[in-house]
């Protein structure tokens, strides 16, 4: 099984909502990320989390908070986000240690702020 | 730090001709090279990587690619497309060793008619 999967597909939420994004891997891999792609744009990184520990946060604002409840899952918790928030949110996975490393994604989550 | 460079924004090509994705980068320190593939509305997908020994790397759907060092180069090679390969292509590096922290490239949108 090598796949990332992402729930839910699609997302519509109001600047005052809470809402969470999930991610799921079951390929044994310790390092979990968070991507987010604007429209046109290349991915950027958000979060990376390695053996369930956040390991780097680029800045991100504190609207937007991971968590990694263990080695398979990983959420982004969203609060009062903006209309510039909505973006494509990708979770991609990998194994943390070692050579021939390879970061598989999941299909992502169409976010829109509203 | 890392930076990957697609001059070409976009690639229109007719059906079966070849075509090449240019891709530069810019690194101090060794790096892994990717090139993953984007259909619309979807998440990403490894075409190929190059992580260490032979630089021509073959990939999936009859992609290849050549890692040349002294140009600093990635470039991603197709013989013969089809209309299926229409899509956005990126290109991206990463440090050696350890989880991946993917920089990606702007992407070159692939357009393939008949």
């Known amino acids: 099984d090598t796949e990332v999967t992402q729930t839910p597909k699609h997302l519509v939420m109001g600047m005052t909502n809470k809402k969470s994004l999930k991610c799921e891997q079951h390929m044994g891999h310790r390092a979990m990320y968070w991507y987010k792609q604007k429209a046109k744009k290349p991915p950027e990184l958000m979060f990376v989390y390695s053996y369930e520990k956040l390991s780097i946060n680029e800045s991100v604002p504190s609207r937007f908070s991971p968590e990694c409840p263990n080695s398979s899952l990983l959420n982004l918790h969203l609060h009062a986000l903006q209309p510039e928030d909505s973006a494509l949110y990708l979770c991609?996975?990998?194994?943390?240690?070692?050579?021939?490393?390879?970061?598989?994604f999941g299909q992502g989550t169409r976010l829109t702020v509203v | 730090a890392q930076s990957v460079t697609q001059l070409d924004s976009q690639v229109p090509v007719f059906e079966e001709a070849p075509v090449e994705l240019r891709c530069n980068y810019s690194?101090?320190?060794?790096?892994?090279l990717f090139w993953y593939v984007q259909y619309p509305n979807q998440g990403l997908q490894l075409l190929l990587k190059?992580?260490?020994?032979?630089?021509l790397v073959k990939g999936i759907n009859g992609f290849e690619a050549e890692f040349n060092k002294s140009q600093t180069s990635f470039h991603l090679r197709k013989p013969s497309v089809h209309i299926s390969d229409t899509a956005e292509y990126f290109c991206a590096v990463s440090d050696r060793g350890g989880f991946q922290k993917l920089v990606f490239g702007t992407g070159t949108r692939l357009l393939v008619s008949p």
């Open positions: 690194s101090s320190v060794s790096v892994y």
């Open positions: 991609a996975s990998s194994r943390a240690t070692g050579m021939n490393t390879e970061a598989f």
């Open positions: 190059y992580l260490s020994g032979s630089t």
